[in-house]
């Protein structure tokens, strides 16, 4: 059980480059989502997707894009990356029992350098 | 947007001294608080949670306070050891959303000094 896992781990972009961050769960979770982590901010969602078949924009979507494959998967593509984009991304999957238990699980994340 | 709003930003604290982490929130429709521990290059894993019909919730040398009227919730850690080095975020889950999407606090990163 390999939980949530994330790749790549580590990814150098220039400027106007475009990109692809894979996001995989085996837990058979419903909801998915994108986390960027920066210093001082937290964790900030990006997108999130309740149920396969269905995405939704979060707190900071502008300059990505989610493509929610199947029920394991969930990509986060960015068309043109800017250095505002440099930071550490995070996966997370979730599946809600209502009233009880909403625990996000997390990937080990891809930390993302734009020059 | 931040409706969850955390301090300190760092703390130091001696082993086995308390460290205590703040949390307001600015929006009363909250209804799940939980709070997540992250290691260095790890990705954050749930610590403890609480709902707001409880005052307190404790869990081993970890505790939660939820003052509700105050809009305040807390994480104290007792007997505080090395191991607790760490960055804590709390956060919280707006009831009337579609599943579990968090809204996460800034963080806060201890160093529990030997």
């Known amino acids: 059980n390999a939980g949530v896992t994330q790749t790549p781990k580590f990814q150098v972009l220039k400027t106007g480059q475009s990109m692809t961050l894979q996001c995989a769960q085996d837990?058979?979770?419903?909801?998915m989502y994108w986390y960027r982590q920066d210093p001082g901010m937290g964790l900030r969602l990006i997108y999130y997707?309740?149920?396969?078949?269905?995405?939704d924009k979060g707190e900071v979507p502008n300059g990505y894009n989610v493509s929610r494959l199947n029920k394991r998967e969930f990509s986060l593509r960015l068309e043109s990356a800017a250095p505002s984009q440099t930071s550490v991304y995070f996966c997370?999957?979730?599946?809600?029992?209502?009233?009880?238990?909403?625990?996000?699980?997390f990937g080990p994340g891809t930390r993302l350098t734009v020059t | 947007q931040q409706q969850v709003k955390q301090s300190p930003q760092s703390l130091i604290v001696q082993k086995g001294g308390i460290s205590i982490i703040n949390c307001a929130y600015e929006?009363?429709?909250?209804?799940?608080f939980p709070w997540y521990q992250q290691f260095p290059g790890k990705g954050p894993a749930l610590l403890i949670a609480?709902?707001?019909?409880?005052s307190e919730k404790k869990e081993g040398r970890f505790t939660i306070s939820f003052n509700k009227s105050a809009k305040q919730f807390s994480l104290h850690i007792m007997d505080s050891q090395p191991g607790d080095s760490a960055t804590y975020f709390c956060?919280?889950?707006?009831?009337?959303?579609?599943?579990?999407?968090?809204?996460f606090g800034q963080g806060t990163e201890l160093s529990v000094k030997p």
């Open positions: 609480i709902r707001p019909d409880v």
């Open positions: 837990m058979n979770h419903n909801s």
């Open positions: 997370a999957s979730s599946e809600e029992i209502a009233g009880k238990s909403y625990e996000q699980y």
């Open positions: 997707s309740a149920s396969e078949g269905t995405t």
């Open positions: 929006n009363t429709a909250f209804d799940y």
């Open positions: 956060a919280a889950r707006p009831y009337w959303n579609q599943g579990g999407k968090l809204i």
